[in-house]
Every structure is written in C-alpha cells, then in structure tokens.
C-alpha cells in the first residue's frame, strides 16, 4: 500500500466524484478511478460505491477515512518541517492570490525577482478560494481577509481601496445616484456569491427596487461589465481608475479600504525561498501603494472629462 494511494482516496471523498478529485490532483479522473480499485483490491476491502449522485463511503471506508486522515497530517507535516529547514533559495514557491492582484501586480513583481534569483521557480494559483495551507494546496497566500487559524502566519502588506463605478455612457444616460438615497431604478452589477441584497458591496446603499443584471466571481469581468454599460458596480480602484470609460459614483466620497495579507504556514517560517517572495511582494506593493489606496496620478488627470456626466 502506498501514501499516494491513500491520497487519491481522500481526494475522491472530499471531492465527492471523480473529476472534482482529479481537478484537486492535477490528473485526469481515469487515474483517480484506477488508484481507487488498486487501493481496494490491496486492502480486500470495497470502500466507496459509485451512485448516481456522486461517491458513498461503506463502512469500511467510514474507518479507513479517519485513519488516513491521521496518516495525512503526520505526512504533511514531515514534508512542511523538512520544508521549513530549507536554507536554498532556489526551488518553486507555490503563491495563490486573486487572479487581477496577480496579474496586476504579483507577476511583475516575480519577474523583477527571478531576474536576481533564476534558480527560482514559480507556480502561481489564481483562485479566489481559500485553499488549505497546511495540506500544501499552496506556500503562500495573498488574502484581504485575515484566517482564524493559529497555524498561519498572517503579514500585513497594505491594502486596495474599492468603490461604486459607472460608465461614462450609463451616467449620460441613466443620471448619478444621490448618496444616502439608495440605488433604487438602478442596474447592479454583483458578485455571484454574494446575496443581492446584501449592501455592503454598495457602500450601504439600500438596493431596494434596484436590478442585478449581471453577476460573476471575476473580479476582471465585473469590472469589464460596468466598462460596457452594465451598470453600477463596486470593483478595486487599481482597475477601474485605469480604466478612461470609468468614473466613480460619488468621487468625492472615500472609497472603503480592504486589507492585504500574506499566508503561510507556521512550519514554513525559516524557509528562504518563502522569505525571499514574500519580502519581494511587500516591497512590490510599497512602491504600488498610491495606485492601490486609489490615488494613481493617472486617475486625477482622468478625473476632468471633456464632457462631464
């Protein structure tokens, strides 16, 4: 019997099927199925049934699961203490992050750095999913929300500002918002996991009698649906701003400001190369500062339109 196997098992009991395993194991779902059989004809034992609905522990899989599980965090841990050893800079850093914070920033900061470091690897993971640090899902996380877990090792590194925008065409149109009198005959654009009715993605504005007409998990789209005319949304200033079709709603109303985190792993704390990238991202974001705090020269020289809305 090997880890690996045991592995695969997991995976498919989280994952529930599959393919939902082989998205979290980088293989195709043909594998996953293989090292299952392989693992049950080993041990004698049948362990999970396929359904119509998905995947089934049986009894014996109840047991096994909670042994593995027991199995997997003295492994993971062996591998994140050799880890946390490691003096050689060189190597891969695995970094998660939002896909525009990535895009926007943590590429370009990466690229300066493997310039001084080409013994540097760099496996970047945009998702807006909280993955799991202490199974080694990623070394290093970018999040504006802090964890409650004792084991991660949270480094405040700044924050972004983020705010209500429009476009220029839909503000013609359709005329701006008063503060404090709510977005009602408005159309919204939202975050597909947030509730409609939730407002805080609109400043506290009441939303009563207003229109979601667009929705995505995509930072990027969203602020690319309000760019076209969609509607109002609340999207990062470091995107918008750069943005000539864009303007804020109520630009003299300070937009609301989100912290920025980098996450790792308590095990991982001495490890050189983790030190190495983060202190780049940090140092990335110091010299992007205004930019993200929303005060980008080139958004004050935007800030006149020939043909105010």
């Known amino acids: 019997m090997e880890w690996t196997d045991l592995r695969f098992f997991l995976a498919a009991v989280r994952g529930g099927n599959l393919s939902a395993a082989a998205r979290e194991l980088g293989v195709n779902y043909t594998t996953v199925g293989r090292r299952l059989d392989g693992l049950q004809r080993t041990l004698g034992a049948t362990l999970i049934q396929r359904t119509p609905d998905g ?9 096994v699961k909670e042994l593995c599980e027991k199995i997997e965090t003295t492994a993971l841990e062996i591998e994140r203490r050799a880890a946390g050893q490691d003096r050689e800079l060189g190597g891969t850093v695995r970094l998660t992050a939002t ?8 590429i370009p900061a990466m690229a300066t750095l493997r310039k001084r470091h080409p013994e540097l690897e760099i496996e970047l993971i945009p998702d807006y999913r909280i993955l799991d640090l202490s199974r080694q899902q990623a070394d290093l996380a970018m999040r504006n929300a802090r964890p409650a877990d004792p084991r991660l090792v949270c480094r405040r590194v700044g ?7 429009a476009s220029r065409a839909y503000l ?16 919204l654009v939202s975050w597909t996991y947030l509730l409609p009715a939730r407002r805080g993605q609109f400043m ?6 207003a229109r979601i007409v667009f929705r ?3 930072t990027l789209a969203l602020t690319q649906a309000v760019a076209e005319g969609f509607g109002i949304g609340f999207v990062p200033c470091y995107l918008a701003d750069e943005d000539p079709r864009l303007v804020r709603v109520w630009p003299d109303v300070a937009p609301h400001m989100q912290k920025l985190w980098l996450i790792h792993h308590e095990d991982l704390r001495r490890t050189a ?4 990238v983060s202190d780049a991202i940090a140092a990335a974001l110091r010299r992007e500062s205004r930019v993200l705090r929303g005060e980008s020269p080139r958004r004050n020289a935007r800030s006149r339109p020939q043909n105010p809305v």
């Open 55 to 63: 995947l089934t522990l049986t009894r014996a899989g109840e047991a």
């Open 99 to 106: 896909e525009t914070l990535a895009a926007r920033f943590l």
């Open 159 to 165: 924050g972004f500002a983020i705010t209500l925008y």
């Open 172 to 187: 013609a149109e359709r005329g701006r918002p008063k503060r404090g009198a709510g977005l009602a005959g408005h159309d």
């Open 204 to 209: 506290g504005e009441s939303v009563t009698d």
């Open 216 to 218: 995505s998990n995509s």
């Open 273 to 276: 190369r983790i030190k190495l």
